[in-house]
């Protein structure tokens, strides 16, 4: 065994092979954009042929596995188990992990579609032959996370249930509203708090007279047509008036209002907020796991 480390030309060849052979959903990449994801890279030689590669990213003491490919000339020869465990010796971390926290964020193609695209890959694809190379080496499972998609229209959303007690949705106007602070204290999420009070976007929130007790956002357009925000939240005393299912369905009206065609979002498989994107009829295209050693 040889290891080389950031030779592109190689590994990308072999990369765009290998997605294709495999069937996988990844986009194939070019240099440029490929060298930029793979930083920390090492390739695998057997006899001067070049076989393999292995890439990730350490940041805070974690380890976050980006790809394993080996040729499928080559395979059945442990040569992923050789390229996994000498990066794991190569950096010492307290943990090792295949998850949404991983820097390098690989787009892939929602099946099915005509090239609509998800930005990263929240872990290992259940589908794939890399989920059970990962629990063979010692990879445990954390939280299986579903991606939905659905291709968004400007439908009206009915609003009764939330007028009836009196609750409305409104663009926040942190000049007018108030009780933004006390919705994310209740929500206990830090990054949904820092991404929308650092927002440009507009963001939804639902109020009571001039009090936010639920947000969703920032509405934001990608070129690619996808319509994008970083999460949905109502506070824990407005859940029974219906106010995440209206709000939900507003921000997807809204979103193609701006020209949005299409939005993919993932979520954990137990996590509430699945059943309101699956009311307003988004479906799970694909299942990943979190995995961890």
């Known amino acids: 065994m040889i290891l080389k480390a950031k030779e592109y ?10 997605i294709e052979y495999d069937g996988l959903e990844y986009k194939k990449l070019d240099l440029e954009k490929f060298s930029r994801l793979f930083d920390t890279l090492y390739e695998y030689y057997e006899q001067g042929q070049f076989v393999g590669f292995v890439s990730g990213v350490k940041k805070d003491n974690v380890f976050y596995i980006t790809f394993v490919a080996v040729n499928k000339e080559y395979r059945r020869k442990r040569i992923a188990t050789q390229l996994l465990s000498f990066i794991e010796q190569k950096y010492p ?42 629990k063979n080496m010692g990879y445990k499972d954390v939280l299986a996370q579903n991606t939905y998609y659905k291709h968004i229209t400007n439908d009206k959303v009915d609003m009764t249930k939330l007028e009836q007690n009196g609750l409305k949705i409104d663009y926040l106007d942190k000049d007018k509203h108030t009780g933004l602070d006390e919705l994310f204290v209740d929500l206990g999420n830090k990054l ?39 999460g949905i939240g109502v506070h824990s005393e407005y859940r029974k008036y219906g106010a ?50």
Request: charged residues 20%; glycine residues 12%.
């Open 9 to 18: 030309e190689n590994a990308l060849a072999l990369y765009n092979d290998v």
């Open 93 to 134: 971390s307290d943990k090792y992990e295949c998850s949404f926290f991983n820097p390098a964020n690989l787009e892939w193609i929602i099946p099915g579609t005509a090239g609509d695209e998800h930005p990263n890959a929240p872990g290992v694809d259940v589908a794939s032959g890399a989920y059970i190379f990962f």
């Open 192 to 230: 949904w708090e820092e991404g929308i009070k650092e927002a440009t976007e507009p963001v939804l929130v639902v109020v009571d007279g001039n009090k936010v007790c639920g947000f969703t956002g920032p509405l934001k357009v990608m070129d690619n047509g996808r319509g994008s925000f970083i």
């Open 244 to 293: 995440g299912k209206a709000l939900f369905g507003e921000l997807c009206s809204r979103l193609a209002q701006q020209g949005a065609t299409y939005m993919s979002l993932f979520t954990g498989d137990n996590n509430p907020a699945g059943r309101i994107y699956e009311s307003a009829g988004f479906k799970i295209v694909k299942v990943w796991q979190v995995m961890r050693k």
